[in-house]
């Protein structure tokens, strides 16, 4: 709140009186606790959702006589990435930097694991080293497995979506083409953004896979892959199969 990047609250009855302090001089607006949970994506939501401003900063503010900047690579993982934040501001670091194809610190997972501190130091987004990468795809031939539900925006923007071999994420126009999720295409980058590259030109190849004949029948993998853990009590006493008499 005193970082001044609150544009409004939205909290329960219950929260209100709870973060009254907290929450002084704030816009806010009472919703039910049905409500509260609808807006947040946690299990148990404490009643409190904001709606925050997203500081731009920029390579060169980052990078203009820092003491100390945090450099962290590929961090995928969105609960590390926020322990990475929380743990540079901890240190006195002026910036972090997520270099590569990192997750967005923004994600809701890492905005709590950052516990706040990713308001408070000038954390430069990967997105500025991620959109100079991705940009260097443009006008480059991908071959893309085709993915299910990888786009949120497909259904309006009519494209599909896929994962290249390097795992990158493509949004492409299908032509109108029967394409399945499980199929293989290859299309042209025709743009890129810092977490996903586009290719709206022509499919200029699509194969079919027995994966998309499942995903068209309905079918879903099952792997068959336990997690590994323990049991508890006494195994069952396995069957004699065979053996010589003593």
Do not use: Q, W, Y
């Given at each position: 709140m005193r970082r001044g990047l609150v544009e409004e609250v939205f909290v329960t009855e219950d929260a209100h009186l709870r973060f009254a302090d907290l929450l002084a001089g704030?816009?806010?607006h009472e919703v039910t606790e049905r409500a509260a949970k609808a807006l947040s994506d946690t299990v148990t939501p404490v009643g409190m959702i904001a709606v925050c401003t997203i500081p731009e900063v920029s390579l060169a503010?980052?990078?203009?006589?820092?003491?100390?900047?945090?450099?962290?690579?590929?961090?995928?993982?969105?609960?590390?990435?926020?322990?990475?934040?929380r743990l540079a501001d901890a240190m006195g670091a002026d910036a972090l930097i997520l270099a590569g194809d990192s997750v967005d610190p923004y994600n809701?997972?890492?905005?709590?694991?950052?516990?706040?501190?990713?308001?408070?130091?000038?954390?430069e987004l990967q997105e500025q080293i991620s959109l100079q990468e991705n940009q260097a795809q443009v006008g480059a031939r991908v071959e893309l497995l085709v993915a299910a539900g990888e786009?949120?925006?497909?259904?309006?923007?009519?494209?599909?979506?896929?994962?290249?071999?390097?795992?990158?994420?493509?949004?492409?126009?299908?032509?109108?083409a029967d394409i399945r999720p499980g199929d293989?295409?290859?299309?042209?980058?025709t743009r890129a953004a810092p977490h996903f590259?586009?290719?709206?030109?022509?499919?200029?190849?699509?194969?079919?896979t027995r994966a998309g004949d499942a995903h068209a029948a309905g079918l879903r993998p099952v792997t068959g892959?336990?997690?590994?853990?323990?049991?508890?009590?006494?195994?069952?006493?396995?069957?004699?199969?065979?053996?010589?008499?003593?």
């Open positions: 704030a816009p806010t503010e980052v990078l203009d006589a820092p003491r100390l900047v945090a450099v962290a690579v590929e961090t995928s993982d969105p609960g590390n990435a926020g322990t990475l934040i809701a997972k890492c905005l709590r694991a950052s516990a706040g501190s990713i308001f408070g130091r000038l954390i786009g949120r925006k497909d259904a309006a923007t009519a494209r599909l979506s896929g994962r290249a071999r390097d795992g990158r994420l493509v949004h492409f126009a299908s032509g109108g293989i295409v290859t299309t042209t980058v590259l586009v290719a709206d030109g022509a499919v200029t190849s699509h194969r079919r892959v336990g997690l590994g853990m323990p049991g508890i009590g006494v195994p069952p006493i396995a069957p004699v199969t065979g053996g010589c008499a003593l």
